[in-house]
């Protein structure tokens, strides 16, 4: 049987070199695992370095998004607006609702929903009532959009929140890989009604799983908490108020979280360097990077770029024990969403998705190794470039 031999530079491996280790057995130690100080202190960590009223702790980014559609009002046979090109939480978590995700294609520089494509659609097939926004066709009310901070480039908030103000929908952003992106000084997630984040172990700062909701409203806030401790409405009576959801994130993981936090700056720095080491690499040879949408200060989480003969390319990595992905699938070419809508002018997702390459980006990469890989990508180019 042949040994399984792990990836030598892989693509974005958790960094756990900090106090997590310390922090997780003072959490065992105290006996408190599913709440606890820890909890509180990452909670507030997270509001603090985000600049945003409330942070609340979540088992995951998809359940946080789940639960932010719900707060949002989201119900079932609901629409609600998503990019093409994301990850299929996004979506995911629109369906567990009942309600119907509509994929809107993305930006071919910023990789981010098409906010101009946006704006067509809800000019052109909607109309608005008392009860709000309906999509003509369908007679469905179009009740939020869901902007995805796609690798760490964030979307145009003012001019989202325009839109979304223009025609009565809830704003819930995915910053699930956005932690540590600015745009003109404010944090991701914070602009919208809702804002969500995920803690998973390739994110820019991890819990192992983990997620939270962040909300400037202080009601929205004890919602989502009652809604995440299975709606219990009395300290010791089992009375339960709603269909509340188990999705709290535990102490020993907030612990690590803790631990996270204290070195996520560092975390930033080195993603912005791994970022530019690829654009200085390539910069004279066909190969496209996300462009920044203006004002942002993106955390860099994930270094990607797109390329001819992007699976080509890939494999070539992967001889050489180099880990590279291809970027999601359009979420509307995915069998579950075939039946929903999707709005496009000429299919840039799928373009954007044909062509891309997620590059090793792990905070822990060393220089010799990222020359290594660009080596590797730099020699396969010249020969394609050749043919
Ligand atoms: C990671 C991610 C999620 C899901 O978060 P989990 O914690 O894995 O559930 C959702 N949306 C986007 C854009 C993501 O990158």
Not at 130 to 140: I, K, L, M, Q
Not at 242 to 269: H, K, S, T, W
Request: a negative charge.
């Amino acid at each position: 049987m042949e040994t399984f031999r792990p990836p030598v530079i892989p693509l974005c491996e958790p960094n756990l070199n900090g106090h997590e280790k310390q922090y997780m057995a003072e959490a065992v130690d105290s006996n408190w695992l599913s709440g606890g100080s820890f909890l509180r202190r990452f909670e507030q960590q997270l509001a603090d370095y985000t600049g945003v009223a409330h942070a609340i702790g979540v088992c995951n980014g998809t359940s946080a998004l789940q639960v932010a559609l719900t707060l949002a009002g989201v119900e079932k046979g609901d629409l609600v607006l998503v990019p093409d090109l994301t990850f299929v939480a996004t979506a995911n978590a629109v369906k567990y609702l009942g309600a119907k995700p509509v994929m809107i294609d993305v930006d071919a520089r910023t990789w981010l929903m098409d906010l101009d494509l946006l704006q067509s659609f809800l000019q052109n097939e909607t109309y608005q009532n008392n009860a709000g926004c309906f999509h003509r066709e369908s007679g469905r009310r179009i009740k939020a959009v869901v902007p995805v901070h796609l690798l760490g480039n964030v979307c145009e908030m003012e001019q989202l929140n325009g839109i979304a103000k223009q025609f009565a929908l809830a704003v819930v952003e995915d910053a699930a890989c956005s932690l540590g992106s600015f745009q003109n000084g404010r944090h991701s997630g914070t602009t919208g009604l809702l804002g969500t984040m995920s803690f998973n172990s390739n994110k820019i700062i991890t819990t192992a799983g983990g997620g939270a909701i962040l909300t400037q409203s202080g009601l929205l806030a004890k919602r989502a908490r009652h809604l995440i401790t299975q709606a219990k409405s009395h300290a010791t009576e089992y009375i339960h108020d709603a269909l509340g959801y188990n999705f709290r994130l535990v102490n020993p993981l907030a612990a690590i979280g803790c631990a996270q936090m204290e070195q996520l700056p560092d975390f930033l720095q080195r993603k912005k360097e791994v970022a530019a080491h690829y654009r200085e690499a390539f910069a004279d040879y066909e190969v496209t990077f996300q462009q920044l949408t203006p004002g942002t200060d993106s955390n860099y989480w994930h270094s990607a770029m797109l390329v001819n003969e992007s699976r080509s390319l890939i494999a070539a990595l992967t001889a050489e024990n180099i880990e590279a992905r291809p970027l999601w699938t359009p979420i509307h070419e995915l069998p579950v969403f075939r039946e929903d809508l999707y709005i496009t002018h000429n299919s840039v997702a799928s373009e954007v998705s044909r062509r891309g390459i997620m590059l090793p980006c792990s905070t822990s990469i060393t220089d010799d190794q990222l020359q290594r890989v660009s080596q590797v990508i730099g020699s396969f180019l010249n020969v394609t470039i050749k043919n």
